[in-house]
């Protein structure tokens, strides 16, 4: 995996009147921009969060359907089954407008958070 990684490098970066360096939390690709260290690691963490919370609503939803399924006309079950399924509904709603909000904060704060390969793979 890591050979697909592009070679990163440090390198001078202007920062006004005459004064150069690389930050402590910066890194500067083989093209010349810049990745802070924090949004590489929001990136791949919010990445990661996404993933694992669309595969807990398949997860919920589908074990919601099975027991809507599986109720055999007992209004209890019916009404868990349907409790579970509004719950992973939910959850997926709130991971989509969470996404939304992460990308208008990283557009606010000029962190490119929502483009992890971009980040990895230059």
């Given at each position: 995996?890591?050979?697909f990684i592009s070679q990163v490098m440090a390198a001078d970066i202007p920062l006004g009147t005459g004064i150069t360096g690389t930050g402590p939390f910066?890194?500067?690709l083989d093209r010349?921009?810049?990745q802070t260290q924090l949004g590489t690691l929001l990136s791949n963490l919010i990445t990661t969060l996404t993933v694992v919370g669309s595969l807990a609503f398949v997860i919920y939803f589908t074990m919601g359907?099975?027991?809507w399924i599986t109720?055999?006309?007992d209004k209890a079950k019916v009404s868990e089954a349907q409790t579970s399924m509004t719950q992973a509904a939910i959850g997926l709603i709130v991971i989509v407008v969470s996404f939304f909000v992460i990308g208008i904060v990283g557009a606010v704060l000029g962190i490119d958070i929502l483009n992890p390969f971009k980040t990895l793979f230059g």
């Open positions: 995996m890591f050979k910066q890194t500067v010349g921009a810049t359907g099975l027991k109720a055999g006309g």
